[in-house]
């Protein structure tokens, strides 16, 4: 089973998150979340690591449609996005809703719609990376 959806992008760290968010932001999401794992990690750990971010993405729209269905839906919010470097490369993946949902509450008709548009607006936005 694959739960994300990946590109690779030819920009800085900074400069993709960038990308990402104005990308999100076309398919009605913000991000409400942004954690930086490197900095944390160093913080907490004095582990040094590659730059890693994840950003906590959210369509009101869609995360309320989900919620009214089923609120424990709110354990697989917001979805993750995250940004990092991996050999030299930046790497961009976003959580398959779809996927998470199967493993976690079954299929419900209504959820699964949902699950399946946030998928899809998900996979739009990063693929979108790729084309600018």
């Known amino acids: 089973m694959q ?6 992008v030819d920009l800085d760290h ?3 998150i960038d990308a990402v968010t104005a990308a999100l932001g076309e398919q009605g999401f913000g991000v409400l ?7 944390t990690l160093a913080a907490k750990l004095g582990e040094q690591v590659d730059d890693y971010t994840i950003l906590g993405a959210c369509n009101p729209r869609l995360a309320h449609a989900a919620l009214s269905a089923s609120p424990e ?9 995250t940004v990092r ?11 398959d809703p779809g996927a998470l ?11 699964a719609d949902t699950a399946a548009d946030a998928g899809a607006r998900l996979r739009a936005a990063l693929d979108s990376l790729t084309s600018r």
């Open 85 to 95: 470097r991996a050999g030299g490369r930046t790497v961009v993946q976003a959580v």
């Open 101 to 111: 949902l199967g493993m976690a509450a079954g299929e419900q008709a209504d959820l």
């Open 33 to 39: 979340t942004t954690i930086d794992i490197k900095a």
């Open 14 to 16: 900074a400069a993709a």
């Open 73 to 81: 839906v709110g354990l697989l919010l917001p979805c993750n996005v």
């Open 3 to 8: 739960i994300a959806h990946t590109v690779e």
